[in-house]
C-alpha cells in the first residue's frame, strides 16, 4: 500500500533553526568601525529599512553570505524538534539568503545534522511548490504572506517581532514551546545515552523510531 505523502512544515533558517542576529551586529561593527545603533535589529529588515549606509550594508551582506554562515550556531531545541517533526511532516527549509550562499548552507545544514527534505532560496516564500500546512518564521512579512495564504503559521519569538499580534499566528517562544504546541513534547526526551551531537538518524533509533532521515536534499 502506497502511504499517503507528508505534509509540508515550511522552516525559516535564521534566527529560527541558526543564530544568526549577533553575528549581522558583529559584522557591521566590524566593517564600519561604528557601534550597533541602539535599539535596531538587523534581521527581519533592519539592515534594509534602518537607514544605514548601503555600502556598508552591501559588504555586510556579502561577508555574511560567504563567509559567517559556516560558524553559525544552532538555537536551542531545533534539532530535536525538527528530528521529532520530520517523523510527520516533510520538512521544506524557505530562507530568504541569496542563493549564492546555497553551498555554505547546504553544509550548515548537513554539518549540524538537521533533518530536511528540501532547501528553497526565495524572497516569495508562499509561491513554494509543496503541499505547506504550517510554517515557522521570524520575518513580520512572511509571517503576513503565510496567513494571507491559509496557512497555520507560528512566529518565532524575537525581539523585532513582538509587535505582532494576529488571531491566526501563534507565537512560540522556542521549538520545546512549539512541540508542545503540536502535543508532541510531553512524551520526547533525549536520550541519556546519546551526546546532543549526535545525528537525526541515532536520535530516533534510540527513541525506538526507525524513519531513516534522507541525506540532504539538493534541488530547488
Known amino acids: 500500500m502506497i502511504e499517503a505523502p507528508k505534509p509540508g512544515f515550511a522552516v525559516d533558517i535564521d534566527n529560527v533553526v541558526a543564530k ?23 534581521s527581519a529588515g ?4 534602518g537607514g544605514l549606509d548601503r555600502e ?9 553570505h560567504e563567509y559567517s554562515i559556516p560558524h553559525l550556531p544552532v538555537l536551542p531545541g531545533a534539532k530535536m524538534a525538527l528530528a521529532v517533526l520530520h517523523e510527520r511532516y516533510r520538512i521544506v527549509m524557505i530562507t530568504a539568503r541569496r542563493p549564492t550562499s546555497r553551498p555554505q548552507t547546504l553544509a550548515w545544514l548537513e554539518k549540524h545534522g538537521i533533518p530536511f527534505d528540501e532547501l528553497y532560496h526565495a524572497e ?3 509561491g513554494i511548490p509543496e503541499n505547506i500546512i504550517m510554517a515557522v518564521d521570524d520575518h513580520p512579512v512572511h509571517l503576513y504572506g503565510y496567513v494571507n495564504s491559509g496557512i497555520r503559521t507560528f512566529i518565532m519569538d524575537q525581539p523585532w517581532n513582538r509587535h505582532l499580534s494576529h488571531p491566526s499566528m501563534q507565537r512560540v517562544l522556542g521549538w520545546d514551546h512549539l512541540l508542545s504546541v503540536l502535543h508532541v513534547s510531553s512524551s520526547v526526551q533525549w536520550p541519556t ?6 545525528s537525526p538518524q541515532r536520535l530516533l533509533r534510540a527513541m525506538g523510531k526507525h524513519d531513516e532521515i534522507p541525506p540532504a536534499a539538493v534541488g530547488a
Not at 533592519?46 to 529599512?49: I, K
Not at 545515552?193 to 549526535?198: A, E, G, P, R
Open 46 to 49: 533592519g539592515l534594509d529599512h
Open 124 to 126: 516569495e516564500k508562499t
Open 56 to 64: 556598508v550594508v552591501e559588504e555586510l551582506f556579502v561577508r555574511f
Open 193 to 198: 545515552s546519546l551526546q546532543k551531537s549526535s
Open 20 to 42: 544568526a542576529e549577533p553575528e549581522v551586529q558583529r559584522l557591521y561593527q566590524e566593517i564600519s568601525g561604528k557601534p550597533w545603533p541602539r535599539g535596531l535589529y538587523g
